[in-house]
């Protein structure tokens, strides 16, 4: 009876000698590049070129080959969208009394939106063979600004009913193209929830060690390539709003004529009940500081063992019996 007690003690005090070295507490600072894109349940919009970049820093547990990663991120995204071209006709008179029409073309549409976030990652994964690595989890983005704006390209032309062909480059006319930008609004986005992960590769990281010949590396180095959507209606609001006017905000047409406020397309009425959501993919560069163990460690049980050898795995038993 004392025999199997002396022996579960033992057992416990070796599992909470040889735990501890298992267990690599790490914190880390993080660069990351990405392309950005917003997409809408009615597909008024179509992403076009759009991306950004974060920093941030964090803490990881690394357990055997189980990885936990929390941390912040601050990260600023362009997010671009392009919609068709629109031609308004205005039914006009000319100092003459000759009746034409007024056509405006709005082309090259481009809606603007720049977010500035706080992201909080929360990412749980596993090393793989030797350098291989992925996590998995999401992203909690908190809006800490917001901006949308409008760009664009109006062409004025006018065609005569008395007249063959299309009349215009007649600046004295008002016959003219020329670019167009709306005022850049602020613009709250709505809190976000990114799921996604990442995949990549550790630059010596997962160094065997056993406490007594090759000692593990105070520093890793990763770049993987990580992708998240956003789950959340992220629809942009301005002073509590979320309709602002028509596409690009222009009336008029018929017998009336056209004005124009240039509006974001998801600030306009046609997206008053659209959805939102958003999606990443880039790159990221990671670098993992060792936190101090609690001891030292004296022998370290490994994943897969660096001696292959009857000696060696011999010499590392008469060690263990030692402790």
Same mark, same amino acid.
């Given at each position: ?12 005090? $070796? ?5 501890? +070295? @298992? ?7 993080? $660069? ?48 671009? &969208? ?5 031609? *308004? ?23 603007? &939106? ?34 949308? @704006?409008?760009?664009?390209? *109006? ?61 593990? &590396? ?49 600030? %306009?009425?046609? $997206? $008053? ?19 101090? %163990?609690?001891?030292? +460690? ?10 292959? %050898? ?14």
């Amino acid at each position: 009876m004392h025999l199997r007690r002396y022996i579960v003690v033992v057992f416990l005090l $070796a599992v909470a000698m040889i735990a501890p +070295c @298992q267990l690599r507490n790490n914190i880390y600072l993080s $660069a990351e590049a990405e392309y950005a894109a917003m997409f809408d349940n009615q597909k008024l919009a179509k992403p076009w070129l759009g991306g950004g970049g974060g920093i941030g820093f964090g803490y990881e547990m690394q357990y055997r080959r189980f990885l936990m990663d929390v941390g912040v991120t601050a990260a600023f995204n362009r997010y671009m &969208s392009k919609i068709p071209t629109s031609t *308004l006709t205005y039914r006009a008179v000319d100092t003459d009394g000759d009746t034409f029409d007024f056509l405006h073309t709005y082309e090259d549409n481009k809606n603007v &939106s720049d977010l500035l976030t706080v992201d909080i990652p929360l990412l749980f994964g596993s090393k793989v063979g030797s350098n291989m690595y992925f996590l998995l989890g999401g992203r909690v983005q908190l809006n800490v600004y917001g901006r949308t @704006q409008v760009r664009s390209f *109006l062409t004025t032309t006018a065609q005569y009913d008395k007249l063959i062909g299309t009349f215009e480059k007649m600046e004295n006319h008002d016959l003219k193209s020329a670019p167009l930008a709306g005022d850049a609004l602020r613009t709250r986005f709505g809190v976000n929830v990114a799921l996604g992960g990442e995949i990549g590769y550790t630059f010596s990281s997962f160094t065997h060690e056993t406490g007594f010949d090759v000692p593990r &590396s105070n520093t890793q180095y990763r770049i993987g390539l990580f992708a998240y959507y956003g789950v959340l209606d992220i629809h942009p609001e301005v002073n509590g709003k979320k309709a602002l006017g028509e596409v690009f905000g222009y009336s008029g047409g018929g017998n009336t004529p056209i004005s124009y406020s240039l509006t974001h397309v998801y600030l %306009s009425n046609q $997206a $008053a009940e659209a959805r939102i959501n958003n999606l990443m993919v880039g790159l990221r560069f990671t670098v993992l500081f060792k936190l101090p %163990s609690p001891k030292k +460690c004296v022998i370290c049980q490994q994943d897969e063992p660096l001696i292959h %050898s009857a000696g060696g795995y011999r010499e590392v038993q008469r060690l263990r019996d030692a402790q």
